[in-house]
């Protein structure tokens, strides 16, 4: 399978633990996206790389959670002291770059639960 | 600051009848817009996306879509659905220069045998 992929697919975490996950892109996409889905509603932006570099942060990215792509392929991220809030569905995307909005393909996303 | 409205959150529909999801943007500038689809415990998957063009859109498993400018909508049709359509159904925008999805909060499609 040549899909985006992420691990783990599932985790529960207590409250105020690091919780850390991977997402890794279709192997020629230079671009990678997470989004943030929660219970009934769409996916939500969190930030985006073009390469190693981190182009965009979204507003809901707080200073607990980082985001890294440190060669350019595959992604982490991090919350620190996770809070029962952030009991999500985290999505990962990747795209070509190019001039033209590309389509974004998903991986199978990260449910998060924080008890 | 683009939105994007999808006005059914549930849509029940009969097998082998016709289907209409509504979904109407606010946007300042052009926009690309695009539909998804999210099958239980999957990720999402491109139906159909518009960019330019034809205002008539075709995609995939039999689904079209039609950009209306003047009533800033993107419906997805599909004239006789499947119980395999059975699904949550995601309309995004975004526009040039921009590289970040606004998506719906989505409509979920039960098709009733």
């Known amino acids: 399978d040549t899909g985006v992929s992420q691990n783990p697919r599932h985790k529960i975490t207590k409250r105020g633990q690091n919780v850390t996950f991977r997402c890794d892109p279709i192997s020629e996409h230079n671009r990678l996206y997470w989004y943030r889905q929660t219970l009934g509603q769409g996916p939500e932006f969190l930030t985006y790389f073009q390469n190693e570099a981190q182009l965009e942060k979204s507003r809901l990215l707080s200073d607990r959670f980082s985001a890294e792509r440190p060669k350019g392929s595959f992604s982490t991220l991090e919350i620190q002291r996770t809070e029962q809030g952030d009991s999500a569905m985290y999505l990962c995307a990747s795209s070509l770059g190019g001039g033209a909005p590309e389509t974004q393909y998903f991986g199978p996303g990260t449910r998060l639960l924080v008890l | 600051a683009q939105s994007v409205t999808q006005l059914d959150s549930q849509v029940p529909v009969f097998e082998e009848a016709p289907v209409e999801l509504r979904c109407n943007y606010s946007?300042?500038?052009?926009?690309?817009l695009f539909w998804y689809v999210q099958y239980p415990n999957q990720g999402l998957q491109l139906l159909l996306k518009?960019?330019?063009?034809?205002?008539l859109v075709k995609g995939i498993n039999g689904f079209e879509a039609e950009f209306n400018k003047s009533q800033t909508s993107f419906h997805l049709r599909k004239p006789s659905v499947h119980i395999s359509d059975t699904a949550e159904y995601f309309c995004?925008?975004?526009?040039?220069?921009?590289?970040?999805?606004?998506f719906g909060t989505g409509t979920r499609l039960t098709i009733i045998p």
């Open positions: 518009y960019l330019s063009g034809s205002t």
């Open positions: 946007s300042s500038v052009s926009v690309y």
């Open positions: 995004a925008v975004t526009n040039f220069g921009n590289e970040k999805l606004t």
